[in-house]
T-cell receptor, first 114, second 115 residues
Framework: DAGVIQSPRHEVTEMGQEVTLRCKPI?????LFWYRQTMMRGLELLIY????????DSGMPEDRFSAKMPNASFSTLKIQPSEPRDSAVYFC????????????FGEGSWLTVV | DQQVKQNSPSLSVQEGRISILNCDYT??????FLWYKKYPAEGPTFLIS?????DKNEDGRFTVFLNKSAKHLSLHIVPSQPGDSAVYFC??????????????FGKGTHLIIQP
């Protein structure tokens, strides 16, 4: 079975540029999560969706960050404009409702903003 | 303010011995707890979980203990093996309210198994 698929795996971009991270959740999963991992703050929940609807975006750090889920099999996390402090690993995860509260992670998108 | 705390950034254990990883939480609404394991350059993978109605859950070499009164849980790995070397994240959520929120993670403990 295919797991959560994220792209790109690695991205290096210049400050001020727009960054778009993509995620395909596990088929049949109806919740999707975006997390950010940094050394200082560990794994932080940025936003999550249930049935394509954003439920809690209180973790989104600033207005520069936005996330969309146009359908059940695709989500994007966009940073515009990007800043060096956005450098982190961004994980997408998904969950099937009724399977407890276990979420399954992708391999992450490593973002470096220079 | 961290709601899930893993106070040991790293832990070194000899192969074959028991590894004990600890986690504390502050939110009394949390009622479901999980441990994830993460290798470098990979995403976290689910290891074991426990509901607040239990105080112990065992799966092979892995056992999670929950002490609700102390708001503390621990993960025991016995015997420890070299492949267990990884970062272990404790996570918690409030499920019984009917919602399905995201997990709140600790900062992780880097477990090193020494031969």
């Amino acid at each position: 079975d295919a797991g959560v698929i994220q792209s790109p795996r690695h991205e290096v971009t210049e400050m001020g540029q727009e960054v778009t991270l993509r995620c395909k959740p596990i088929s049949g999963h109806n919740s999707l999560f975006w997390y950010r991992q940094t050394m200082m703050r560990g794994l932080e929940l940025l936003i999550y969706f249930n049935n394509n609807v954003p439920i809690d975006d209180s973790g989104m750090p600033e207005d520069r960050f936005s996330a969309k889920m146009p359908n059940a099999s695709f989500s994007t996390l966009k940073i515009q404009p990007s800043e060096p402090r956005d450098s982190a690993v961004y994980f997408c995860a998904s969950r099937r409702r009724g399977s407890g509260n276990t979420i399954y992670f992708g391999e992450g998108s490593w973002l470096t903003v220079v | 303010d961290q709601q899930v705390k893993q106070n040991s950034p790293s832990l070194s254990v000899q192969e074959g011995r028991i590894s004990i990883l600890n986690c504390d939480y502050t939110n009394s609404m949390f009622d479901y707890f999980l441990w994830y394991k993460k290798y470098p350059a990979e995403g976290p993978t689910f290891l074991i979980s426990i509901s607040s109605i239990k105080d112990k859950n065992e799966d092979g070499r892995f056992t999670v203990f929950l002490n609700k009164s102390a708001k503390h849980l621990s993960l025991h790995i016995v015997p420890s093996q070299p492949g267990d070397s990884a970062v272990y994240f404790c996570a918690a959520s409030a499920v019984s309210g009917g919602g399905a929120d995201g997990l709140t993670f600790g900062k992780g403990t880097h477990l090193i198994i020494q031969p």
